[in-house]
């Protein structure tokens, strides 16, 4: 009898392979009856298949088949490549035709989902019918990344801070404009403020959404999110969540579920979470995602950016992995910030950089830097970022920018302590920019491939191709704060 296709191609770690009994045990003990099967497509979000128990053991030796669509449709749902003639539109004959992909289920990743009573959950990682990994996942990209780090005795570690928004449902009632079709998404549910915002950390305002709060708390607990904090930011409804720090892939995997099962708990509660930059509701504020970020020795865990010198405010490597994130800060913009409406947060004095600054514990810069000599938590914050971006490719954006600085022993240049009035390089001013930049850089076309770089540039450039056609023929009259209706439909229930 011929192994299963997961021992064939060897597709697990030892370390996955020892989980899967504890899998067994768990779907039998807690009478499970669905699994859901999930995997990130390359815009960071979750889809998945609900499967049975005997599917789901049978895929714990072969695998699942999926639809390879999800990677071939931009965010309306609507075709970027075409699929049904020879190559798929790619010049890639194993993508003719739309065809199957094998997920497999990563062992480690298992939860039971607490507001969904009978439902298991498992990421899972793409590959071709032969065991080759998917050209496009994002996750086998990250990866890529780490063992770079790890043949270099390094890990990197990495904190999450998220700003999202709040919203009650005021109809939740779906008619003829809430219905999408491919290439148009439909107009997101009816929504109000939960507080009036602009009191930041304001308690009382802060108990109004408690109760959704204590229920976000309890679920973070139950599957394994490493909550550290909850606070009320700037805007109306605008919460703020950071996590404690882990290496690098299970961060950007929690990530991945904290956005997921946010927006799902919220629905059931009769809200929404959106994590969307700036939606298009008066006097709302941007939200970002700053990444918390230290490399580490992968034996010891020992913080290789703490300086050796009360003097200093990082270590040499530090500096180094510092000039790389400066040095191509442009190119990597894409990947932090990969949406239109992500632009609207890159303004002066806005708490949101405009260019490539960095200082020490200063909110104003691009990277900030956290800690100093004898601090075990010394890190970089990179305050870039927004909140919709896919974390696996916003982190690998990062190991390849701070290791090219690194491996070339760049130094960065001196601290901004004006950082609107530097003269830096300045960051991209929209997505069309951004793809220009990543598309001319010749570190990432290295690192993550001409095959993928050129697919990605392509997915974004549908997406900007639909908000462009709908500037030239509806204009901008429903333009709320700068913030089109587009963007509204495109992102706020999207993301």
């Not at 001319?440 to 990605?456: K, N, P, V």
């Amino acid at each position: 009898m011929s192994n299963g296709f997961i021992e064939r191609y060897g597709l697990w770690t030892d370390a996955q392979a020892a989980c899967v009994g504890g899998v067994r045990r768990r779907i039998e003990a807690e009478g499970l009856q669905l699994i859901r099967m999930a995997w990130a497509d390359s815009h960071g979000c979750v889809r998945a298949k609900a499967v049975s128990v005997p599917a789901f053991l049978s895929a714990l030796s072969d695998g699942y088949n999926i639809n390879v669509a999800t990677f071939t449709l931009d965010a309306s749902g609507g075709r970027v490549f075409r699929s049904f003639i020879p190559g798929g539109g790619m010049g890639l004959p194993e993508m003719t035709g739309s065809p199957n992909l094998t997920i497999v289920p990563d062992p480690a990743t298992f939860r039971t989902l607490p507001w969904a009573p009978g439902v298991g959950w498992v990421l899972c990682d793409e590959y071709f019918s032969d065991g080759t990994p998917f050209h496009f996942s994002s996750r086998h990209l990250l990866r890529r990344q780490i063992d770079r780090l790890h043949a270099k005795g390094m890990d990197l570690v990495v904190g999450l801070e998220v700003e999202w928004y709040l919203t009650r449902i005021t109809d939740d009632r779906l008619g003829e404009e809430h219905v999408a079709i491919p290439g148009r998404r439909g107009i997101p549910p009816e929504t109000a403020p939960v507080e009036p915002g602009y009191s930041y950390h304001s308690e009382s305002n802060l108990d109004l959404v408690q109760p959704v709060l204590s229920e976000l708390a309890a679920i973070y607990e139950q599957i394994g999110l490493p909550l550290r904090s909850v606070e009320n930011e700037y805007g109306p409804g605008q919460l703020e969540c950071t996590f404690d720090a882990r290496p690098a892939l299970q961060a950007a995997d929690d990530y991945v579920l904290f956005r997921t099962a946010t927006r799902q708990v919220c629905r059931r509660l009769g809200y929404l979470a959106s994590f969307m930059c700036r939606p298009a509701f008066p006097g709302f504020f941007s939200s970002g995602w700053h990444l918390h970020q230290s490399l580490v020795e992968r034996e010891s865990g020992l913080n290789l950016c703490m300086p050796d010198s009360a003097d200093r405010h990082l270590s040499d490597l530090g500096d180094t992995y510092l000039a790389g994130l400066l040095t191509h800060a442009a190119p990597a913009t894409v990947f932090s910030t990969p949406t239109v409406n992500g632009y609207r947060r890159f303004q002066p004095n806005s708490l949101a950089p405009d260019r490539a600054t960095w200082s020490h514990d200063h909110r104003g810069v691009m990277i900030r830097l956290l800690g100093g000599f004898d601090d075990k938590a010394t890190r970089l914050e990179n305050r870039v970022g927004e909140p919709a971006a896919n974390p696996y490719l916003f982190i690998a954006s990062q190991i390849v920018s701070g290791l090219d600085g690194v491996e070339r022993d760049l130094h960065p240049w001196p601290a901004d302590d004006e950082p609107y009035e530097a003269a830096r390089p300045m960051l991209p001013v929209s997505l069309t920019d951004a793809i220009e930049a990543a598309g001319d850089s010749a570190l990432f076309r290295e690192q993550f491939g001409d095959l993928f770089m050129d697919y990605f540039i392509n997915l974004k450039r549908a997406e900007l191709d639909r908000y462009q056609q709908f500037v030239e023929t509806e204009g901008t009259p429903g333009d709320v704060d700068g913030v089109s209706q587009w963007e509204q439909n495109e992102y706020f229930d999207f993301f």
